[in-house]
């Protein structure tokens, strides 16, 4: 094959790849970056590792906010909606290791404007791992999300039918006040452009291999 037939494929490679881009590009116009912690009143039920057992939440207010989330006001109060948590590994009387998800719509932050766009702003719950240990003093419990584990508590913000921005979230519930502490930290979704140029610099790779062989 000649130096011009290559340049023609890759012309074909190229313009098939911009075709793409001008079509999907405009459903990343909106992104989402940045943090918020949510607290307030939660109940878990009793009882020594149980499986599965629950945790609700009763109230949730904002803490603190950066980045885009200064954006998202309330009213309207964010809805958490409960979690089973389903026990994986119980490692003695008074330890027990957890897992919960997926939950759609795991945290409803309601109608919300973000750059000029109205809608509702949600976060989907996709995996989570929990430690539940229960403690002498008082006889009390704590879960905790674990951020440092394999597969933290992660999920996705969806605005206006699109996923903005990958999530994820860790937090405390303290058996002692019942009280609870969320925080989630979004960081948005590659752009198509990103995403696009290295599947064109695949394709071009491919085209090159393919030719040097026949050669």
Same mark, same amino acid.
């Given at each position: ?23 999907? /590009? ?15 009143? %939660?109940?878990?039920?009793?009882g ?43 490692? $003695? ?8 998800g997926?939950?759609?719509s ?8 973000? $750059?000029?766009?109205?809608a ?15 403690? %002498? %003093?008082?006889g ?7 951020? /440092? ?15 903005? %921005? ?35 610099a695949?394709?071009?790779? /491919? ?9």
């Open positions: 094959m000649t130096i011009s037939s290559v340049l023609k494929t890759l012309s074909v490679v190229t313009v098939a790849t911009t075709a793409v881009v001008s079509t999907i /590009a405009p459903a990343q116009a909106i992104s989402l970056q940045g943090s918020v912690s949510l607290n307030g009143n %939660a109940t878990i039920e009793g020594i590792n149980p499986d599965p057992t629950t945790w609700g939440f009763n109230t949730a207010v904002f803490g603190d906010r950066t980045g885009d989330f200064a954006q998202v006001s309330t009213p309207p109060v964010p809805t958490i909606q409960d979690l089973t948590l389903d026990l994986d590994n119980p490692v $003695d009387d008074t330890l027990g290791f957890y897992s919960a997926p939950v759609t795991f945290i409803n932050f309601g109608t919300q404007t973000i $750059d000029g766009v109205t509702q702003l949600t976060f989907d719950l996709i995996s989570a791992e929990f430690q539940r240990s229960r403690l %002498a %003093a008082g009390f419990e704590t879960v905790f999300l674990l951020p /440092a584990a394999n597969s933290p508590a992660q999920g996705v913000f969806n605005f206006n039918g699109q996923t903005i %921005a990958n999530g994820v979230i860790t937090g405390t519930l303290s058996g002692s006040s019942d009280t609870y502490q969320l925080n989630l930290v979004a960081e948005p979704v590659p752009e198509p452009f990103t995403i696009l140029g290295s599947l064109s695949l394709g071009v790779g /491919a085209v090159l291999k393919k030719q040097q062989k026949k050669s």
